[in-house]
T-cell receptor, first 116, second 113 residues
Framework: DAGVIQSPRHEVTEMGQEVTLRCKPI?????LFWYRQTMMRGLELLIY????????DSGMPEDRFSAKMPNASFSTLKIQPSEPRDSAVYFC??????????????FGAGTRLSVL | GQQLNQSPQSMFIQEGEDVSMNCTSS?????WLWYKQDPGEGPVLLIA?????ELTSNGRLTAQFGITRKDSFLNISASIPSDVGIYFC?????????????FGQGTRLTINP
């Protein structure tokens, strides 16, 4: 099993540019989660999907952030326009089955974003 | 919102020593999880706890789900250099059919050989 795959691993961009982060969940998993990790705020849930449908986006910081899941094997997190305070490590996680108490989230290696 | 208080924030120990860290919450969770994060990687699950009072071991790791469902601890016995990293507790609850995680702030473990 390849695990959750995220790309790119590192992204450096200039303020105002559009940034797109990509995630391929583990095959067969029904739920997908996007997290942001910073020194100040730790790991924060941004949004999650069940069966490709966004369920809760209350963690998305502002309208500059958007996420999509066009099919069961792919999701994107887009920031437009990017700002220096968006610099963080962004993680994608997937879990195998919704509504099951032993449902465990598996994390990708993350994308380290630096906005200059 | 839900918050987890994890302590200590950092630990500096000698190789071979035992380690203990814990998490407390103002909310009840139906599952407690402990993850470890190595530099440049995502969190990896170490132990999952599903029942209040449950005590579970995974090699040198032992974790317990508090009886009130608002706390958990993780112990590491006889630490070795590869135990270095950041340890996170996480409380899991079901929201609209998905298992949502709330993470503690992490415990950074440093081991002197």
């Amino acid at each position: 099993d390849a695990g959750v795959i995220q790309s790119p691993r590192h992204e450096v961009t200039e303020m105002g540019q559009e940034v797109t982060l990509r995630c391929k969940p583990i095959s067969g998993h029904n739920s997908l989660f996007w997290y942001r990790q910073t020194m100040m705020r730790g790991l924060e849930l941004l949004i999650y999907f069940n069966n490709n449908v966004p369920i809760d986006d209350s963690g998305m910081p502002e309208d500059r952030f958007s996420a999509k899941m066009p099919n069961a094997s792919f999701s994107t997190l887009k920031i437009q326009p990017s700002e220096p305070r968006d610099s963080a490590v962004y993680f994608c996680a997937s879990s195998p089955r919704q509504g099951w108490v032993k449902n465990i989230q598996y994390f990708g290696a993350g994308t380290r974003l630096s906005v200059l | 919102g839900q918050q987890l208080n994890q302590s200590p924030q950092s630990m500096f120990i000698q190789e071979g020593e035992d380690v203990s860290m814990n998490c407390t919450s103002s909310s009840i969770f139906n599952t407690w999880l402990w993850y470890k994060q190595d530099p440049g990687e995502g969190p990896v699950l170490l132990i999952a706890l599903y029942k209040a009072g449950e005590l579970t071991s995974n090699g040198r790791l032992t974790a317990q789900f508090g009886i009130t469902r608002k706390d958990s601890f993780l112990n590491i016995s006889a630490s070795i250099p590869s135990d270095v990293g950041i340890y996170f507790c996480a409380g899991q609850s079901e929201i609209q059919g998905a298992q949502k995680l709330v993470f503690g702030q992490g415990t950074r473990l440093t081991i002197n050989p």
